[in-house]
């Protein structure tokens, strides 16, 4: 797998759920960012790591919003709880180091009904 | 309120015509990222500009950052339906390794 891969492509829950987005990196990428993208909007940015730690998650909403990065590669990002506005596309990317550039999934789409 | 506007929201024209995109600010970026972003898929890096008053080319795309470093413009010649897409500008605030968007410039290209 040469790209950013995530999982699942689509995800349709309850409002009240609890659901986890996974981001599989480029191999040996060790910055990964968890961005949203609303309809008609640009990605705005949530949690970025830098190897297993999370060197920034600024841009979580709150408190419902969790993401790990156990070994340094595989993310997750886990929503409790869900809200119709957490609609929305999420985004991973990686780069090789912090200011390299970024390489994009295809995000999954979250809906909430 | 975005950090970078993008005008305009929308633009649809006739395989080629030429086009332009704008991308301003009142702060001033570092460097400045232009993406194009197909349905489904995630933004793809086009280019990145860094000097104010800097020009890059790429085949038929010519890009620009303002001489301020607060603006950039994108634009196409000789349009082609390949050039559909939505085009967003990116750039680190100042002080910050983050990427900020804009909220893009849809654009339709008829064959």
């Known amino acids: 797998g040469a790209g950013v891969s995530q999982t699942p492509s689509n995800k349709v829950t309850e409002k009240g759920k609890y659901v986890e987005l996974r981001c599989d990196p480029i191999?040996?990428?060790?910055?990964l960012y968890w961005y949203r993208q609303s309809l008609g909007q640009g990605p705005e940015f949530l949690i970025y790591f830098q190897g297993t730690g999370a060197a920034d998650d600024s841009g979580l909403p709150n408190d419902r919003f969790f993401a790990v990065r156990p070994e340094g590669s595989v993310s997750t990002l886990k929503i409790q709880r869900t809200e119709r506005g957490d609609s929305a596309v999420y985004l991973c990317?990686?780069?090789?180091?912090?200011?390299?550039?970024?390489?994009f999934g295809n995000g999954t789409r979250l809906t909430v009904t | 309120t975005q950090l970078l506007e993008q005008s305009p929201q929308f633009l649809s024209i006739q395989e080629g015509e030429n086009l332009t995109v704008y991308c301003n600010s009142s702060s001033v970026f570092s460097s400045l990222q232009w993406y194009r972003q197909e349905p489904g898929e995630g933004p793809v890096l086009l280019v990145t500009v860094v000097t104010g008053g800097e020009v890059k080319k790429l085949k038929r795309l010519t890009f620009q950052f303002g001489d301020a470093r607060k603006d950039s413009s994108l634009h196409i010649t000789a349009a082609q339906p390949g050039d559909t897409g939505l085009y967003l500008c990116a750039g680190p605030r100042s002080n910050d390794y983050k990427l900020s968007f804009g909220a893009g410039t849809t654009v339709t290209v008829r064959a």
């Open positions: 191999s040996g990428h060790t910055a």
């Open positions: 990317a990686s780069s090789l180091v912090r200011d390299s550039p970024l390489h």
